[in-house]
């Protein structure tokens, strides 16, 4: 892909024009995925005003992790959880109430992801909406993000009525066969269907995809744009591709930051109210790569401090060198980029 160094200012914000009014077409959002330097810097700037008309307290939010079980179902072609070679563990109902109870008292946190790999087993998802029962019953002010793949309505229902006020279901890309490709376990159509049984339920739901996947064309990009933007999400997001150790993708080159970077500003001009994550991916092929996703709109920052350190290495997303951030260098980071952390949230009612 031909990048863009510098282009005249008056073309580049009648192309974010463009886009902020939806008249606007493939090459238009193409154009603006190439530009860097001056070009790229306006193009961020127009996210933060857009990030600025909801968010006008400046306020980024910080979640905590707690990766709850290694056991996936799906056998994805870029990933290497559930790798056959891997110790798998879950983490059980009693440690995990635990877990979240220091969290919220020792480290204030007030947003708590939940995050597993795909597993639909009953007796896992029903140990998960105990732990989610107990902890909202002590902790009625944490909000519970629910991260563990493809569901069955009930279940989705389930841990809904304990407590779960959100849901990452990542879509990873919007075209059909694309996803079918990096995902040879999972159909499209199923995907679909669970993003819309989590609104159907009242979920606050959040979706993604992964820029540079194999396969993956500039129009894939805006269509993504167009696909993310019509769900009217809570939560949206961008991440840059990483090819797992041991995976099929292993060899492939990684995605670029930079058209990562556009695309996440793209992301929050098209969703100016979204929670927007900047993600370790960035920060992993990119130094202060966290920072700028900040800088390109995003407003949510995560910890991976919830789950236990005898356990992250069962837990390598894409390797065991994945960059795990701390708090003081998301706490640099926010601050650095105008920001500050939000305050707790408050109490939100428990449906019957």
Same mark, same amino acid.
């Given at each position: 892909?031909?990048?863009?160094?510098?282009?005249?200012?008056?073309?580049?914000?009648?192309?974010?024009?463009?886009?902020?009014?939806?008249?606007?077409?493939?090459?238009?959002?193409?154009?603006?995925?190439?530009?860097?330097?001056?070009?790229?810097?306006?193009?961020?700037?127009?996210?933060?005003?857009?990030?600025?008309?909801?968010?006008?307290?400046?306020?980024?939010?910080?979640?905590?992790?707690?990766?709850?079980?290694?056991?996936?179902?799906?056998?994805?072609?870029?990933?290497?959880?559930?790798?056959?070679?891997?110790?798998?563990?879950?983490?059980? @109902?009693?440690?995990?109430?635990?877990?979240?109870?220091?969290?919220?008292?020792?480290?204030?946190?007030?947003?708590?992801?939940?995050?597993?790999?795909?597993?639909?087993?009953?007796?896992?998802?029903?140990?998960?909406?105990?732990?989610?029962?107990?902890?909202?019953?002590?902790?009625?002010?944490?909000?519970?993000?629910?991260?563990?793949?493809?569901?069955?309505?009930?279940?989705?229902?389930?841990?809904?009525?304990?407590?779960?006020?959100?849901?990452?279901?990542?879509?990873?890309?919007?075209?059909?066969?694309?996803?079918?490709?990096?995902?040879?376990?999972?159909?499209?159509?199923?995907?679909?269907?669970?993003?819309?049984?989590?609104?159907?339920?009242?979920?606050?739901?959040?979706?993604?995809?992964?820029?540079?996947?194999?396969?993956?064309?500039?129009?894939?990009?805006?269509?993504?744009?167009?696909?993310?933007?019509?769900?009217?999400?809570?939560?949206?997001?961008?991440?840059?591709?990483?090819?797992?150790?041991?995976?099929?993708?292993?060899?492939?080159?990684?995605?670029?930051?930079?058209?990562?970077?556009?695309?996440?500003?793209?992301?929050?001009?098209?969703?100016?109210?979204?929670?927007?994550?900047?993600?370790?991916?960035?920060?992993?092929?990119?130094?202060?790569?966290?920072?700028?996703?900040?800088?390109?709109?995003?407003?949510?920052?995560?910890?991976?401090?919830? @789950?236990?350190?005898?356990?992250?290495?069962?837990?390598?997303?894409?390797?065991?060198?994945?960059?795990?951030?701390?708090?003081?260098?998301?706490?640099?980071?926010?601050?650095?980029?105008?920001?500050?952390?939000?305050?707790?949230?408050?109490?939100?009612?428990?449906?019957?």
């Amino acid at each position: 892909m031909a990048t863009i160094d510098s282009i005249e200012v008056d073309t580049i914000h009648a192309i974010i024009s463009d886009i902020e009014s939806g008249d606007y077409d493939s090459e238009t959002v193409k154009r603006a995925l190439r530009v860097r330097g001056i070009s790229q810097q306006h193009l961020f700037a127009s996210a933060r005003q857009a990030r600025l008309t909801s968010f006008p307290d400046d306020r980024a939010e910080i979640r905590s992790v707690i990766e709850i079980s290694n056991i996936c179902k799906q056998r994805c072609n870029y990933c290497n959880i559930g790798c056959d070679e891997t110790k798998k563990y879950v983490i059980p @109902t009693a440690d995990l109430v635990e877990i979240a109870s220091f969290l919220y008292r020792e480290r204030n946190r007030r947003v708590l992801l939940l995050q597993a790999g795909e597993n639909r087993d009953a007796r896992f998802v029903d140990g998960v909406i105990r732990a989610c029962s107990l902890i909202k019953d002590r902790m009625p002010d944490l909000q519970l993000i629910g991260c563990i793949g493809n569901l069955s309505f009930d279940q989705y229902r389930d841990l809904k009525k304990a407590g779960v006020d959100r849901y990452l279901l990542k879509i990873e890309a919007s075209r059909p066969s694309l996803y079918e490709s990096v995902k040879p376990n999972d159909t499209w159509m199923d995907r679909h269907r669970c993003l819309e049984q989590l609104a159907e339920l009242e979920f606050k739901v959040g979706s993604g995809i992964i820029v540079g996947l194999p396969g993956q064309t500039e129009e894939d990009l805006v269509d993504d744009l167009n696909f993310l933007s019509g769900l009217y999400l809570d939560m949206v997001s961008a991440s840059v591709f990483i090819p797992g150790l041991n995976t099929a993708y292993e060899l492939m080159p990684t995605g670029d930051v930079e058209t990562t970077l556009n695309f996440m500003a793209l992301l929050r001009i098209k969703n100016p109210a979204a929670l927007i994550p900047t993600t370790s991916s960035l920060e992993k092929l990119k130094a202060d790569g966290q920072y700028l996703g900040l800088m390109a709109g995003a407003n949510t920052v995560t910890i991976h401090d919830g @789950t236990p350190q005898e356990l992250q290495h069962l837990f390598p997303i894409y390797d065991q060198k994945r960059f795990r951030p701390n708090d003081h260098h998301l706490c640099e980071i926010v601050e650095r980029a105008g920001l500050r952390l939000m305050d707790p949230s408050p109490v939100e009612s428990r449906p019957e």
